[in-house]
């Protein structure tokens, strides 16, 4: 990944993946301990109150308000008395990459008096709060098990070429390992039921190959670490060459179920490259740590050994209003000040603030410096390990109607000449770094509800997040998802392009993989669907300058490839039909988890012969995508490949999934050759894929004009598909149809985002915008309710629900507000290839550059200033628009359009 990308984040930001406040990842050149971050966790209530510390993956009273596009500048607010009626709302803002100050605003609307205070909570967050360290002589050479030049397995896994999570081949993570990560097999099997386990060196012929210059030992011995994942031996045969000669060990690794060593002599060894060659002999697997190459006589001398990292300060030291901390395994000290009157500090020995007694959190006296002790021998003491300084700023009094403001500041730098002056210029310049909404007069109704999921999906951000040797900060689908993520990770970047282009091509980079990485294809995580190469396809829509992308399109056809199964050792292909699947990678090939249909896949084992229907139409929709771009690179040959591919799909489609009797797109099975057998039905014969996927090749434009109609009444009827908050991920009139499922029973946003854009193509502008204010309206009706951004909204209900700060597969609500109600955007469909867009400067005047190559009509959406009616014209000649807002202009395109739309004063 370009680092040059991620030194564009702050270095002070909302990573936290435990409690609200400001996050500082400690600089690898600044640790003994990768991957460490400094919380500091703003937590303002009020005195003896039962409100309830940030927690970032539960619900606890706070909102992401606001944030500013290069996250410099964002806040929440608290709710301390019911909504509005008294709140706190919490501001942080980067002074540079060493500062930021913190700003917390008091609002009495109650008509008593209130005591207000605020907890400031610091820590150091290690990776592992447990760390393995070794002791060797100076002459020992020591090298990790990841080292390798070769690993191989003789019974290849279908992951070797798209190992999960960004790891390297057999990479696994562990802390009770020398660096924190070991070599095997723990590939987990949970959703891939269809695929054996069995470890490294279970298979004979398990292969690992070193090379390590040294220099000269005269009576060497190996030391290898390991553990045997299973209570049995593993055998291996070991090759040690140096300068042409090859001496052969039969090496017994016995059965250990803790981290232990073998040795294995070397003996005479001189200065060069020196070979090491594992093979297995088959029977018990292994995992190896690390390696020892060293004097036998020294061998005695060669430890690893466990310590628990230190979690409190080495040094916690007041000076005047500023704290100053010092942590050990960490090179830079922190300093927190503060400016308020009345300042206590405590301790909490837990790393979680659950764990104390909330009415003491809430406490301004001395005598609950305990925090954890229970009120009651009813109750235990809890105790996580962990460490938490408090400091509590407290006799904030305010009047009814009154505000209060509090400031606070954290720096790896003194804060001594620090003011509140300065402060309140730091915050304000924050303040305006942030983008107002600027939706037109019709769509202000949904600024506070797409603020809202702005806010959550740019603060939605943690670390540490492991990737292919190295820690990173990671645009979550929420924090509770404390992990990487394929599918919603290209809508996030889809929602982020609006806000900041660079934190979109972050995301991008990131799980585009390149052609010297052999460890996978695309950074993949849960459902593989090739959000990317969408994501990669609107960045170049709304680029100025489209060949600084140019070098991603090797990239997303790398990604494209390895789903078509003809690069990595992918085994997407695995049927004659010409039908695809994921599934030996993953149990949900769509990202909609309890699909009735995928569902009985997964719990009847059935991932070697079915075939979804998703897998082949992201395939389709993905090959016209870049087709198109292989066609503006000049790639003709390409071009060929994807024209043979969509054709061939598309073919699949129709023979062999089509439902006539029910107008849907089926599950095909296949039989043990791979030909195919019948379509999925249930046990009562009734079609298991009517809804959201099957209506997917609606979106790749693969069926045929009657087909077309047939989905497009499945997704219109109200009895079926749509529902009054949206359009429901199974069609409501099925059997398996149930009204409190996770999809199933619910609407999400991701795929009504695909067909909003499918329709555009089809020219269907009325359906397209039905589309889009149905979910500005029933989202923004539960966000100004609850004020939170919930994952889907229930059918039965209308209500939201899970994670309740989700930005991930929701952010199409933002994109919608701006496609029709702000000014300067332009919306298209897939097969509508945008050039260039100008403006005049007062947004009266559109100038755009568009290449449409179907055989039908299609509409764009152009974005203008209020206050006019308009017309289009296109060599001449005045098309036909629809103004859907007071800003937008709908545009229908004829077929096969080609040079320069002209938008203007009527």
């Not at 700023?393 to 509090?406: D, M, R």
């Not at 509800?449 to 820690?471: D, E, F, K, M, Q």
């Not at 947004?843 to 755009?848: E, S, T, Y």
Request: aromatic share 14%; hydrophobic share 35%.
């Amino acid at each position: 990944m370009s680092e040059g990308l991620e030194k564009g984040l702050p270095l002070w930001g909302p990573y936290s993946k435990k409690y609200m406040g400001v996050s500082r990842p400690v600089p690898e050149e600044k640790t003994a301990a990768p991957g460490a971050r400094f919380d500091l966790v703003v937590f303002p209530t009020l005195a003896f109150s039962g409100v309830r510390p940030p927690n970032a993956v539960v619900s606890s009273g706070y909102h992401p308000w606001d944030a500013a596009g290069d996250l410099g500048y964002f806040s929440y607010r608290y709710e301390l008395v019911e909504k509005e009626l008294v709140y706190a709302d919490v501001a942080v803002a980067s002074a540079d990459d060493n500062t930021a100050v913190i700003q917390v605003d008091f609002h009495n609307n109650s008509s008593l008096k209130q005591n207000c205070l605020i907890n400031l909570f610091s820590a150091i967050e290690y990776r592992d709060k447990q760390t393995v360290y070794a002791e060797k002589t100076t002459d020992t050479i020591l090298w990790d098990a990841l080292d390798y030049v070769k690993y191989e397995y003789a019974d290849p896994r279908p992951w070797d070429g798209l190992n999960p999570d960004g790891t390297k081949k057999g990479e696994f993570l562990d802390s009770g390992f020398l660096y924190g990560h070991g070599l095997g097999d723990r590939v987990s099997r949970e959703y891939v039921i269809n695929v054996p386990e069995k470890a490294f060196g279970a298979d004979a012929g398990d292969r690992v190959t070193y090379c390590q210059k040294i220099h000269d030992f005269d009576d060497g011995i190996l030391m290898i670490r390991y553990r045997t994942p299973e209570n049995q031996n593993a055998e291996f045969d070991l090759y040690a060459t140096c300068r042409g000669i090859t001496k052969k060990s039969e090496v017994t690794f016995p059965a250990s179920d803790q981290p232990a060593f073998v040795r294995v002599p070397v003996h005479f060894l001189r200065f060069g490259d020196f070979t090491v060659d594992m093979v297995s002999k088959g029977g018990g697997g292994i995992e190896l740590d690390c390696f020892f190459l060293t004097e036998k006589r020294n061998a005695g001398r060669i430890f690893v050994r466990e310590r628990c990292r230190e979690v409190k300060p080495i040094s916690c030291v007041k000076k005047n209003q500023i704290y100053e901390y010092k942590y050990e395994d960490i090179y830079e000290t922190y300093h927190l000040k503060t400016f308020g009157e009345h300042v206590l500090e405590r301790s909490v020995y837990s790393g979680c603030l659950e764990d104390a007694v909330i009415s003491r959190l809430s406490s301004p006296y001395t005598l609950t410096s305990d925090m954890q002790k229970p009120q009651t021998m009813a109750f235990s003491r809890k105790e996580e390990r962990g460490y938490y300084h408090n400091v509590m700023v407290h006799s904030v009094f305010l009047n009814p109607g009154e505000s209060h403001t509090e400031y606070m500041a954290v720096s790896v730098e003194g804060l001594t000449q620090l003011s509140v002056q300065d402060c309140r210029e730091i915050m304000e310049a924050g303040k305006r770094k942030v983008s107002p909404m600027r939706y037109c007069s019709d769509g202000k109704k949904y600024e506070l509800s797409g603020r809202l999921l702005r806010a959550a999906t740019l603060t939605n951000i943690v670390y540490p997040i492991y990737c292919h040797g190295s820690y990173i900060r990671h645009f979550t689908p929420g924090k509770r998802w404390d992990s990487l993520y394929t599918w919603d990770s290209g809508f996030i970047g889809l929602g982020l392009l609006d806000v900041n282009p660079k934190f979109a091509e972050y995301i991008l980079d990131l799980y585009l993989s390149t052609e010297d990485n052999r460890d996978y294809a695309f950074l993949n995580h849960g459902s593989p669907v090739p959000m990317e190469i969408i994501l990669f396809y609107e960045m170049l829509q709304r680029a100025e300058n489209k060949a600084v992308f140019a070098g991603y399109y090797e990239r997303a056809k790398m990604f494209y490839e390895f789903l078509a199964g003809r690069m990595y050792g992918s085994t997407t292909a695995k049927f004659k039909t010409g039908l695809t699947n994921t599934y030996d990678y993953y149990y949900n090939a769509s990202g909609m988890d309890d699909l009735p249909a995928q569902l009985y896949v997964f719990h009847h084992g059935l991932q070697n012969t079915v075939a979804p229907v998703v897998s082949v139409c992201m395939l389709i929709l993905s090959g016209k995508i870049l087709k198109r771009i292989a066609e503006w690179l000049g790639r003709q040959e390409d071009k060929a490949v994807y024209e043979r591919d969509i054709e061939r799909w598309s073919d699949a489609l129709q023979t062999y999934s089509w439902d006539e009797e029910t107008g849907y797109f089926s599950y095909v099975v296949h039989d043990e050759a791979g030909d195919f057998k019948c379509r999925m039905v249930t046990e009562d014969g009734e079609n298991f894929n009517k809804g959201m996927e099957g209506c997917l090749p609606f979106l790749a434009d693969a069926c045929t004009p009657q087909q077309r109609q047939r989905l497009l009444g499945h997704i219109t009827s109200e009895k079926e598909m749509f529902s009054p908050v949206g359009i429901s991920a199974v069609d409501m009139s099925s059997g398996y149809y149930t009204g409190n499922g996770y999809w199933n029973g619910c609407v999400w946003f991701p795929y009504q985002w695909l067909l909003w854009k499918a329709l555009l193509d089809d020219g269907n502008g009325e359906l397209a915008f039905k589309i889009a204010s149905t979910a500005l309206s029933s989202y923004g009706r539960e966000a100004d309710f609850s004020y939170n951004t919930y994952e889907f909204l229930n059918i039965a209900s209308g209500r939201g629900g899970w994670h309740h700060q989700f930005g991930g597969l929701s952010t199409p609500v933002n994109i919608w507000g701006n496609a029709y109600y702000r000014q300067g955007t332009v919306s298209a469909g897939f097969q509508t290839w945008i050039q260039s867009v100008s403006f005049d400067e007062d947004g009266r005047k559109a100038c755009i550059s568009v290449d449409q190559q179907r055989k039908d009509a299609s509409v764009i959406l152009v974005n203008m200033a209020p206050g006019c009616e308009y017309k289009a014209v296109f060599s001449g000649e005045v098309l036909q628009t629809v103004k859907r807002s007071e800003t937008t202009v709908e545009v229908r395109l004829p077929a096969g359009i080609k040079g320069e739309l002209q938008i203007f004063p009527a």
